[in-house]
């Protein structure tokens, strides 16, 4: 793999930091400068600052998104989630929650687990609570349900169930881009309220907002089985 992917990999810091640190002259690959977006074997002898990549310990995270938290780690971007988490190891979220939306989201430095987790042909499970702008009908759960034509195609059928009259829970197998509201509006309504409640086997119970938690040895050992 590349070696930037490498050491983001490793939990040793982003991609991005890791081309600073290259430009920097910084890592050596079998006792030559490494370049920019190269590739790299994990029996090939590789050095920053004239030492082996540090181990560090994986950090597992489930925190509680507010609206207005922008998951990115751009510094440049104000209300980023690192600079809210204030964590202070190198993690990064696995994942998207847009800014108007709250809720569960996962933060790592594991990025062979992160990449697991959003491969969604693994069809892992993502939970919402989702309360719209009015009231619908029973077409409307049917409809979302079957999956519904956005731009890109048609989404994939889903589990939905009606809590009230404008308040429905949502089981997603997919992570398209603003998927669920997309999909509302295509049936005439706007969202209001977004809320992520379960990512596989880890839920928000108990996590109020604006908090986080560390996963347990549990938790993380289900996720690493998915």
């Avoid at 490494?34 to 002898?45: A, R, S, Y």
């Avoid at 809210?84 to 979220?93: A, H, N, Q, V």
């Amino acid at each position: 793999m590349r070696i930037n992917k490498l050491l983001s990999n490793l939990g040793f810091c982003s991609r991005r930091e890791a081309n600073r640190i290259i430009e920097d002259n910084r890592i050596t690959v079998n006792g030559k400068k490494c370049i920019q977006g190269q590739w790299v074997e994990k029996t090939d002898t590789i050095l920053i600052d004239n030492a082996p990549i540090p181990v560090r310990d994986k950090v597992y995270i489930v925190l509680n998104k507010p609206v207005g938290i922008i998951c990115t780690a751009e510094d440049k971007v104000e209300n980023n989630i690192i600079k809210f988490l204030g964590y202070k190891e190198y993690i990064f979220p696995v994942g998207r929650l847009d800014k108007e939306s709250e809720g569960l989201i996962l933060m790592t430095n594991d990025g062979e687990l992160a990449n697991k987790i959003l491969e969604s042909q693994n069809e892992h499970e993502k939970e919402y609570i989702v309360i719209l702008d009015k009231p619908f009908d029973d077409c409307f759960i049917e409809g979302m349900g079957k999956g519904v034509e956005i731009t890109g195609g048609k989404t994939k059928p889903c589990k939905i169930k009606r809590i009230n009259d404008d308040t429905f829970s949502i089981i997603l197998t997919q992570g398209l881009n603003r998927q669920i509201r997309r999909m509302s509006k295509t049936f005439g309504y706007r969202v209001i309220k977004l809320k992520r409640i379960r990512i596989v086997n880890i839920k928000i119970d108990g996590i109020e907002t604006g908090e986080w938690r560390k996963l347990t040895e549990k938790e993380v050992e289900k996720l690493r089985n998915l």
